[in-house]
């Protein structure tokens, strides 16, 4: 199952918790030998290139959106993203979105692309966020555009029921997981020095 492409698609390039989440689940697939993509509908933060070097995947911004832009320009933007994501989605067999911005916008077009598993995934109640686009992303739940939507808690899971009228049989609950850091190997000498440092006593947890 190895030649399936997956595409991992975000609403804005920035420093946040979602993003620090896809990326290191594109990392994991790509090293089970997937084909794997990053894209993001725009970089609030300019670090897409920061971002591609410390990548071994592709990784991409649709330059569909501009903080603080001219609203109508920003429509023409939207519409110029939607056309360069269709190419990606039209090679995708499986598409993951993060955040509700990106599920909204991204999952209706796999669905027209022909993708064959869409994924939205819930990361939590957005601050600033209107009633209408809690209920418009439980009927994007709801619909046969969507697989299944993955919540990363139980309480981001009952929040997607009750605000926004998600159904319980469409949402899958997977906690987030972190990268296990680099094994650290040092002498005995070296753990008797670092232990010092930190004031820890000889066997003391």
């Given at each position: 199952?190895?030649?399936?492409?997956?595409?991992?698609?975000?609403?804005?390039?920035?420093?946040?918790?979602?993003?620090?989440?896809?990326?290191?689940?594109?990392?994991?697939?790509?090293s089970q030998g997937y084909p794997v993509k990053a894209l993001f509908f725009y970089d609030k933060q300019g670090l897409q290139q920061q971002w591609q070097a410390a990548q071994p995947?592709?990784?991409?911004?649709?330059?569909?959106?501009?903080?603080?832009?001219?609203?109508?320009?920003?429509?023409?933007?939207?519409?110029?993203?939607?056309?360069?994501?269709?190419?990606?989605?039209?090679?995708?067999?499986?598409?993951?979105?993060?955040?509700?911005?990106?599920?909204?916008?991204?999952?209706?077009?796999?669905?027209?692309?022909?993708?064959?598993?869409?994924?939205?995934?819930?990361?939590?109640?957005?601050?600033?966020?209107?009633?209408?686009?809690?209920?418009?992303?439980?009927?994007?739940?709801?619909?046969?555009?969507?697989?299944?939507?993955?919540?990363?808690?139980?309480?981001?899971?009952?929040?997607?029921?009750?605000?926004?009228?998600?159904?319980?049989?469409?949402?899958?609950?997977?906690?987030?997981?972190?990268?296990?850091?680099?094994?650290?190997?040092?002498?005995?000498?070296?753990?008797?020095?670092?232990?010092?440092?930190?004031?820890?006593?000889?066997?003391?947890?």
């Amino acid at each position: 199952a190895r030649e399936i492409p997956i595409v991992f698609i975000g609403t804005q390039m920035e420093v946040a918790g979602a993003q620090k989440l896809m990326l290191s689940q594109a990392r994991w697939f790509h090293s089970q030998g997937y084909p794997v993509k990053a894209l993001f509908f725009y970089d609030k933060q300019g670090l897409q290139q920061q971002w591609q070097a410390a990548q071994p995947f592709p990784l991409l911004s649709l330059n569909a959106w501009r903080s603080g832009g001219f609203f109508p320009a920003n429509l023409l933007r939207v519409l110029a993203g939607f056309w360069r994501l269709w190419p990606h989605l039209r090679r995708a067999r499986v598409v993951l979105t993060f955040t509700p911005h990106s599920n909204l916008l991204a999952i209706p077009l796999a669905w027209l692309a022909g993708v064959k598993v869409r994924l939205p995934t819930h990361h939590g109640y957005i601050e600033g966020s209107s009633r209408f686009m809690a209920r418009f992303h439980g009927w994007l739940t709801n619909s046969r555009l969507v697989d299944a939507l993955v919540a990363v808690s139980a309480q981001v899971r009952d929040y997607a029921i009750e605000r926004e009228g998600a159904k319980a049989h469409k949402i899958v609950v997977i906690e987030n997981g972190i990268e296990a850091p680099p094994e650290i190997r040092l002498s005995a000498d070296e753990r008797r020095a670092l232990r010092k440092s930190m004031g820890a006593d000889e066997g003391q947890i």
